[in-house]
């Protein structure tokens, strides 16, 4: 049983326009969400992430909204640039992961193909 | 330096060989992670070590064997796995046990493939 659900395997956005990719939850025991980036032959790196308590957080480019009554999070790009062009993977942390460490369950993955 | 880095970048292994994954991170951290994240699918925690101590195992078989000889140095050894082993096996760490999630540093993985 997925927990967390990237339902849109693959996106493709023309250079300069908004990117938006979304992610759904079941589990009401997650606190904090992520977005991570990933590039062919690398590991994911961190983007940004919003806790539960909030509904946005913003960092240049990238802005995540949180809709808790929907269990629903998407990632908004900015305008959207060639180099965005990578895998996205939303991520959840348990608020309390029982060994005493915070781990993170992953979505998927949404592949974003930015066409300059 | 704040990288993970992993070698090999790629693995052919049969069913019968013995072959270990290395991880390496210079940055100080003391939670280090394995996760296996076959194609089309999201990284999946397999073992985690604190302060070069096993604190989780997710019910990983046993022809995985992980290892932590110090604590800039994460191993996993291989023995007698079946084709469906093939995966991305991606190694991260962070400075420990309870830092904030974000802060978790992924290597580039090693690409496994059992024939």
């Known amino acids: ?116 | 330096d704040t990288e993970v880095t992993q070698t090999p970048k790629h693995l052919v292994m049969g069913m019968t060989n013995k072959k270990s994954l290395k991880c390496e991170q210079h940055m100080g951290h003391r939670a280090m992670y394995w996760y296996k994240q076959k194609a089309k699918k999201p990284p999946e925690l397999m073992f985690v070590y604190s302060y070069e101590k096993l604190s989780i195992n997710e019910s990983v078989p046993s022809r995985f064997s992980p290892e932590c000889p110090n604590s800039s140095l994460l191993n996993l050894h291989l023995h007698a796995l079946q084709p469906e082993d093939s995966a991305l096996y991606l190694c991260a760490s962070k400075r420990s046990y309870f830092t904030d999630i974000n802060e978790q540093f992924f290597g580039p993985g090693t690409r496994l493939t059992v024939l």
């Open chain 1, 1 to 116: 049983d997925q927990q967390v659900k990237q339902n849109s395997p693959s996106l493709s956005v023309q250079e300069g326009r908004i990117s938006i990719l979304n992610c759904d939850y079941t589990n009401s025991m997650f606190d904090y969400f992520l977005w991570y980036k990933k590039y062919p032959a690398e590991g994911p790196t961190f983007l940004i992430s919003i806790s539960s308590i909030k509904d946005k957080n913003e960092d240049g480019r990238f802005t995540v909204f949180l809709n808790k009554s929907a269990k629903h999070l998407s990632l908004h790009i900015v305008p959207s640039q060639p180099g965005d062009s990578a895998v996205y993977f939303c991520a959840a942390r348990l608020a309390y992961s029982g060994a005493g460490s915070y781990q993170l369950t992953f979505g998927k993955g949404t592949k974003l193909s930015v066409i300059p």
